[in-house]
Every structure is written in C-alpha cells, then in structure tokens.
C-alpha cells in the first residue's frame, strides 16, 4: 500500500495502480491563494500576502501586468490542470518561500502621475509534484494606485 498526498486537506483522488507507470500526483485541497494586506498608495509599501502554499513547493514567482486577462487562460495546456492565468506577464520575479504564508513587499513610489494606475498580480508556485509542468498558480488581483 501506498500513499501519497500534497498536504493541505487534500482530496483522495481514488484508487491508482501505480504498477502501470508513471503517475501525477492531482492537485486539489486549498488553493494558493494571493490577498492584498495593505492598499496601494503613493509612496507606500503594498504587502502582498502568499497564502496556502503547497507542501513541497520550492520557489514562488510574482507576475505583475498592465494588462488583465478576464477571464482567465486555462493553463491546462501546459500540463497545468485547474489553473488559469489571470495578468499580463509584463514583469516575473522569484521569490523564496517561507512557509504556508509568505508576505511580499511592494514599494509604491511617490509619484503624482501614477495616482490611479492600474496594474495586475498573480503568483505562481514551483511545485514538482502538483503537476506535469510543474507549477501551480493563485487568484489574480486588480490594483489602482492611490493617492
């Protein structure tokens, strides 16, 4: 007997004979998932909130976009099941994870012309075991900058 599971209230995914070959672990249980601690403002700095992170990932990446993608693109393509991308990848940047919960920080300059700019955020997760690709990805935020 053997079992296998991601953690986080996963879902028996069934019976699997795991004789036949290789075998994808499925993902399910609680979603990554990103919240805005602080609002954007002018001069500022914005915590992004990572939370429910997979047990065994390894790497977080944060995208931000000009550009919103409603509704989103599913990713199954990719080998990415259950997982869509919802900004432009105009700007990726990796980040260390540091458990369940990870705080990101994001300094707004204090710039009068970006008062009200729009901009768009998702994080993925490097998660060998999720999926085929590899990577599993959050909820996406719309952001307006305030005065």
């Known amino acids: 007997m053997v079992g296998i ?4 209230s996963q879902i028996d995914p069934g019976s699997t004979d795991y004789s036949a070959g290789v075998f994808q672990v499925s993902s399910g ?5 990103l919240t805005a ?3 954007p403002a002018l001069g500022t700095t914005l915590q992004l909130d990572v939370d429910q992170v997979t047990t065994g990932s390894l790497l ?7 550009g ?6 599913d990713l199954t393509f ?15 940047a990796p980040f260390p994870l540091a458990g369940p919960l990870t705080s990101l920080p ?3 300059p204090a710039t009068p012309s970006l008062g009200g700019f729009q901009f768009f ?20 935020l719309a952001l307006t900058v305030g005065l």
């Open 5 to 8: 599971t991601q953690g986080n």
């Open 68 to 73: 919103q993608v409603n509704p989103g693109v």
């Open 106 to 108: 994001l300094a707004i």
């Open 37 to 39: 601690a602080t609002l």
């Open 78 to 92: 990719l080998g990415m099941p259950g997982c869509d991308l919802y900004a432009t990848l105009d700007t990726q």
């Open 60 to 66: 977080g990446v944060l995208i931000l976009g000009f």
């Open 29 to 33: 249980g609680t979603p990554l998932r």
């Open 121 to 140: 955020s998702q994080v993925a997760t490097f998660t060998p075991a999720a999926n085929a690709f590899g990577f599993l990805s959050s909820n996406g």
